[in-house]
């Protein structure tokens, strides 16, 4: 069985899971992407997410393993949830990015 509805959640300021939807499709596959402001709103949208059928979900990096451990128990485990990463190589980028300035 080939992947066919794949889900993405990715967090940002302002962003409403309402508002901020976007779906890629073509004859075999569908990706659906939401936007939260806050990782606290993960575990209700990737329930709608798997609602809507999605086979796998993938959540940004700013999750972190806490809030994926949520959301995976709020979904019982019905599918698989990978988390974004970032390796060492990303510590001076991401503080510059996030850092205090």
């Given at each position: 069985?080939?992947?066919?509805?794949?889900g993405?959640?990715?967090?940002?300021?302002?962003?409403?899971?309402?508002?901020?939807?976007?779906?890629m499709?073509?004859?075999?596959?569908?990706?659906?992407?939401?936007?939260i402001?806050?990782?606290?709103?993960?575990?209700?949208?990737?329930r709608?997410?798997?609602?809507?059928?999605?086979?796998?979900?993938?959540?940004?990096?700013?999750?972190?393993?806490?809030?994926?451990?949520?959301?995976?128990?709020?979904?019982?485990?019905?599918?698989?949830?990978?988390?974004?990463?970032?390796?060492?190589?990303?510590?001076?980028?991401?503080?510059?990015?996030?850092?205090?300035?």
């Amino acid at each position: 069985m080939a992947l066919t509805k794949f889900g993405f959640i990715v967090t940002g300021g302002g962003l409403d899971p309402a508002r901020h939807r976007v779906v890629m499709q073509s004859d075999r596959f569908e990706m659906i992407a939401i936007g939260i402001g806050d990782p606290a709103a993960g575990p209700a949208a990737a329930r709608t997410l798997v609602d809507e059928g999605i086979e796998l979900l993938e959540l940004c990096g700013g999750f972190g393993p806490i809030w994926t451990a949520r959301v995976i128990e709020a979904i019982g485990g019905k599918i698989p949830v990978g988390s974004v990463g970032y390796g060492p190589e990303a510590i001076a980028p991401m503080h510059r990015l996030f850092g205090d300035g």
